[in-house]
């Protein structure tokens, strides 16, 4: 009987292939300068086709909206309160017109001015209400899934009772315990967050404390304690990075949620008062009775304002969170080696 010599690692094995090009994917990932390397510019040199083209339409709405919130004085015409300029008022429900691109409301107030002044209201609210319950829910969620026992289920028992409440109306009885409904421009902005964030706290809760009850199971979890590594490290280095992976999109979809709930109080009147600050949602409340008259402006920009903010964002997030995912990164990746196989032969 003749044995046949063993075959070199490697040679005719696509799982071998694969790693290697893993391997050298890596590692081209790494001698790469840094600033290639930043989130969103390194998702879009790894995005292809219609993917790429969601990226950069939601990376494009959210950079208008973000930076018609930071130059608001330069970009807006008028104030978002006034009602005249060189000491001639506006006229009311005026059509658009050169003087006013998106016309004019009933009680005289500029449509484009009010729209570019409200993506800063917006953007407040969003940036507070989603910053202050990412920290608090991953923080809650973190301990509550490490530590277990009778901390655990009571948080998880605070935290469905929170879940199962309307999130809207959560929002509305916070609001007027705050600010009792109306609020100057701080204090409405302060009273939208902190009751978005009640609202958006155990979301993050339930998805990190899932995800570190999975993860302290772990070989790694488990060798770290047997070698003496504190809590705190393993809490902060081993768990808390490895359950982050999928909060890039649960922070989007929050983002937009907080710009909806911001509309949803001001357009029932729980927002914010006119004078004091733009707000896209009291702007559509009062082009209600506008729009059996056919004044279809005064509704219309706030609307679409509000609805390419949510886009913008979804779209970002979507991406995103596609992007991250390995099992979508080696689909690409052997999809494209398939494609060109003189390449590899060659290389």
């Known amino acids: 009987m003749t044995l046949s010599n063993p ?13 290697a090009a893993e391997g050298s994917a890596v590692a081209a ?41 930071l130059f608001a004085p ?45 993506t800063r209201t917006a953007v407040a609210v969003m940036a507070c209400a989603v910053a202050a319950s990412l920290f608090l829910g991953v923080a809650l969620g973190l301990l509550s899934g490490y530590v277990g ?3 655990d289920r009571l948080l998880v028992m605070v935290a469905d009772a929170v879940y ?25 902005i302060a009273a939208a967050a902190i009751s978005i964030t009640v609202v958006f706290i155990p979301q993050y809760f339930r998805v990190i404390r899932a995800e570190v009850v999975r993860l ?61 600050a733009a707000e896209w949602g009291y702007d559509l409340n009062r082009a209600m009775a506008d729009a059996t008259s056919g004044i279809w402006w005064t509704g219309m920009f706030p609307g679409l304002a509000i609805a390419l903010a949510v886009l913008g964002v979804t779209l970002v997030g979507e991406s995103i969170n596609d992007l991250n995912d390995p099992r979508l990164r080696t689909r690409r990746s052997r999809r494209g080696r398939r494609k060109n196989p003189q390449q590899e032969v060659t290389a």
């Open 7 to 19: 075959e070199p690692v490697g040679e005719g094995d696509p799982g071998a292939n694969d790693l």
């Open 29 to 69: 990932r790494r001698s790469t300068p840094w600033y290639l390397r930043l989130p969103i510019i390194s998702h879009l040199r790894s995005s292809v086709g219609l993917q790429r083209g969601m990226l950069i339409t939601g990376v494009v709405l959210v950079g208008i909206l973000l930076i018609s919130a």
């Open 74 to 118: 330069l970009l807006a015409p008028y104030g978002f309160a006034e009602t005249s300029a060189d000491g001639t008022r506006f006229g009311t429900q005026q059509p658009p017109s050169a003087a006013h691109p998106m016309g004019t409301t009933v009680t005289g107030f500029d449509v484009l001015s009010r729209v570019i002044w409200g």
């Open 149 to 151: 026992g009778w901390l």
């Open 164 to 188: 199962a409440f309307p999130a809207l109306l959560l929002a509305i009885v916070m609001s007027i315990v705050i600010s009792g409904g109306q609020s100057n421009a701080w204090g409405g």
């Open 216 to 276: 302290k199971a772990e070989p790694f979890v488990e060798a770290a304690k047997v070698v003496g590594t504190g809590h705190r490290r393993i809490m902060g280095t081993h768990l808390l990075r490895n359950a982050t992976r999928t909060l890039p999109l649960i922070f989007t979809l929050n983002a937009s949620e907080s710009i909806l709930t911001l509309a949803a109080l001001g357009f029932l009147g729980f927002g914010i008062e006119p004078t004091s």
